[in-house]
């Protein structure tokens, strides 16, 4: 069974950096096209980043673009989400998720707390 687990979570300062991580166990993750999805409070889950499989692709939400960077080490099955010039708003749980074959995100890790102070 596929596991996700996310860490690198934490307070910072508006404007400041953290990169969270994502460790993958369970399958081949080679296999698998990873995402970063946040959930503010009292708000819905928002699609944040992706990339596919051989990491050659990415996506972002436009509200990330420029400040985030998605990446993978498939040698160390981990995903990674650099977040630069962070924002008050980016203060969510940030969970990763993983889609076989670029299919549905079918599975999820339990989620790393962001809070950025003003």
């Known amino acids: 069974q596929v596991q996700l687990v996310e860490s690198g979570g934490g307070l910072m300062q508006a404007g400041g950096s953290l990169r969270l991580s994502c460790g993958f166990s369970?399958?081949?993750?080679?296999?698998?096209?990873m995402a970063w999805f946040r959930q503010a409070p009292g708000k819905g889950r928002d699609f944040v980043a992706r990339?596919?499989?051989?990491?050659?692709?990415?996506n972002y939400a436009d509200s990330v673009k420029g400040r985030f960077t998605i990446s993978r080490d498939n040698a160390k099955n981990t995903v990674y989400l650099q977040m630069n010039s962070l924002k008050f708003e980016g203060t969510a749980v940030y969970y990763c998720?993983?889609?076989?074959?670029?299919?549905?995100?079918?599975?999820w890790g339990q989620g790393t707390q962001v809070t950025v102070s003003s």
């Open positions: 369970g399958g081949a993750f080679s296999n698998y096209g």
């Open positions: 990339i596919t499989s051989n990491g050659a692709r990415t």
């Open positions: 998720a993983a889609s076989l074959f670029e299919g549905p995100y079918k599975y």
